[in-house]
């Protein structure tokens, strides 16, 4: 059973749910690879994890707002760029960033090396919005931005149109 994630055995005991390296669900969305540590089952749904690695110069979706749903980034190796409504942050490893509900946000690894986040969605809804792209890859579809907005406008997510993209060589602040 070593594939199975470990459970508590006392029944009169909440369920200690442990996910190893290289357990879990994998998501492949174009260049970035998930693996989905908690989809909410065990914790009431209350929040989920995914761990993402990002290949260097991939995209991040178009910039968004989400109604429901807090989003929190831990920066793990690498450095990511966040674009907030019009501001632009480089995050090295070590940073957390914080998206409550509203803000509009979007991220992307500008550099020429991987770099690794994990993601909490509270509550979880937001871990089959990453399910839903892969579908479309599956079924054949491409992950265009119209079809990634459609997709997150599921999950009580709207782009952020009154936001420009950024430009490529943006000056990040820190």
């Known amino acids: 059973m070593a594939d199975e994630p470990m459970r508590s055995e006392a029944t009169s005991d909440p369920a200690v749910w442990v996910v190893r390296p290289g357990e879990g669900e994998t998501i492949t969305l174009g260049t970035t690879r998930g ?8 914790t009431g749904h209350r929040l989920g994890l995914v761990e993402s690695v990002l290949a260097p110069h991939t995209p991040g979706p178009p910039q968004h707002r989400h109604a429901r749903h807090d989003e929190g980034f831990y920066v793990v ?4 760029r966040f674009t907030v409504g019009d501001q632009v942050h480089d995050a090295a490893a070590g940073t957390l960033v914080m998206v409550p509900p509203g803000a509009p946000h979007t991220f992307a690894n500008v550099t020429d090396h991987p770099a690794v986040l994990l993601t909490v969605f509270t509550p979880d809804l937001y871990v089959q919005y990453l399910r ?5 890859i599956t079924g ?3 992950l265009t931005p119209q079809a990634t907005i459609e997709t997150m406008r599921r999950y009580a997510t709207e782009p952020a149109t009154d936001f420009p993209a950024p430009a490529a060589g943006a000056s990040p602040r820190r």
Request: charged share 30%; no cysteine; hydrophobic share 25%.
């Open 77 to 80: 190796s690498g450095t990511v």
């Open 140 to 142: 054949g579809g491409e």
């Open 132 to 136: 839903d792209l892969q579908d479309v």
């Open 35 to 42: 693996r989905i540590l908690e989809d909410g089952s065990n």
